[in-house]
């Protein structure tokens, strides 16, 4: 952990820099495509990581909308599930982006509540091949995590580069209460 945010009645938020199939929190997230069925990025290596039963078991789920979330078991993972979310593709910023990308975080925290993780990992949702700019992306996520309903005690936000974390970083400072 490199840096944390803590506050009453709400998940700690810690910013890590990293490999999200590395992280041995109860669920991650997988920031997939609508097939469920693997790609590259973070897609690629989770379902790396996970093992072939992973894409079997996402072969039953029909599918995943935009701005929604599936569950599934981790499988070889450390971590014990695997929560899928569609995020947006960027087309511009008037295309309904943030609002999608607000509720990729929320449904994802209504899995993890559903399953009862209590502590979760995020990649940069959209920020890859789905071209969503990191710092407007970070602020979606700081500000959705903080203000969403969840028995989800911590949320790691899990950067691949410095300029992820440095994004983060900010949005951090941006979004921190003033206590
Ligand atoms: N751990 C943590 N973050 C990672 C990792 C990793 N192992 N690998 C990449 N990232 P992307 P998207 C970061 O492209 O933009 C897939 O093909 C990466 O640096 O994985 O939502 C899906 O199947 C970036 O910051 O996801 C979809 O078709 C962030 O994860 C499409 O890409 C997201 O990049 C989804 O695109």
Redesign the pocket.
């Known amino acids: 952990m490199i840096a944390g945010v803590e506050r009453d009645g709400h998940p700690i938020l810690e910013l890590v820099l990293?490999?999200?199939?590395q992280q041995d929190t109860d669920a991650i997230v997988n920031?997939?495509?609508s097939?469920l069925l693997?790609?590259?990025?973070?897609?690629?290596?989770?379902h790396r990581a996970a093992g072939p039963e992973l894409v079997a078991r996402c072969r039953l789920l029909g599918g995943c909308r935009t701005g929604e979330a599936k569950v599934t078991p981790g499988f070889r993972l450390a971590a014990g599930w695997v929560i899928h979310t569609?995020?947006p593709?960027w087309r511009g910023g008037d295309s309904g982006e943030a609002l999608l990308l607000a509720s990729c975080y929320r449904e994802a925290l209504a899995r993890a509540d559903e399953v009862g993780a209590r502590t979760i990992s995020f990649?940069?949702?959209?920020?890859?091949?789905?071209?969503?700019p990191?710092v407007e992306a970070a602020h979606v996520a700081v500000s959705t995590v903080l203000v969403t309903p969840t028995a989800v005690e911590v949320v790691k936000f899990?950067?691949?580069?410095r300029m992820?974390f440095d994004a983060y970083q900010n949005a951090f400072a941006e979004l921190r209460p003033t206590e």
């Open positions: 990293g490999d999200i199939t920031a997939a495509n097939s693997g790609g590259g990025g973070v897609d690629g290596a989770i569609v995020g593709v990649p940069a949702i959209s920020t890859g091949m789905y071209g969503y990191a899990v950067c691949f580069d992820a």
